[in-house]
């Protein structure tokens, strides 16, 4: 077995092995990938929105802000792999995927909300707030 051989070998098998790891939680981490990306369109769709007079739609677009959504995403997922390992290793009994994605996504549907208010002026939190706090109809 040569070099280059060698290696695709060992980076199989890596792969192999970390697929293993994380398939219990890969719908986690396709939730948290769900969200930034609805937080990438948003915010997409806001900076068009709101670009200079004369500028061209591409001309707002950032590659940095476009490499922070995936460095965020990679951050994301590897926060949740933790969370597992620690639920499953060390603090069993406290739901730390639970909690962790549930504190990513509260943080990104913000982001998405003030992306929609810059969109359209619709303060989508302030609405689904007050949509749960409605009280419900008794009739019969």
């Known amino acids: 077995m040569n070099k280059d051989e060698g290696i695709i070998y060992l980076m199989t098998k890596l792969g192999v092995w970390i697929g293993v790891i994380i398939s219990p939680i890969m719908p986690v981490i396709g939730t948290a990938f769900m969200v930034i990306g609805l937080n990438i369109i948003t915010g997409v769709m806001a900076s068009i929105k709101h670009r200079d ?81 409605k009280k419900p109809n008794n009739e019969t």
Do not use: C, M
């Open 53 to 133: 007079q004369g500028d061209k739609w591409w001309q707002v677009l950032s590659l940095d802000k476009l490499f922070w959504a995936f460095t965020k995403f990679f951050i994301y997922s590897f926060v949740i792999v933790v969370s597992y390992s620690i639920e499953k290793n060390v603090i069993q009994y406290v739901p730390w995927v639970q909690v962790i994605s549930g504190l990513i996504t509260v943080v990104e549907i913000k982001s998405i909300s003030e992306n929609v208010k810059r969109i359209y002026g619709i303060d989508l939190l302030n609405g689904i707030k007050h949509y749960l706090n």
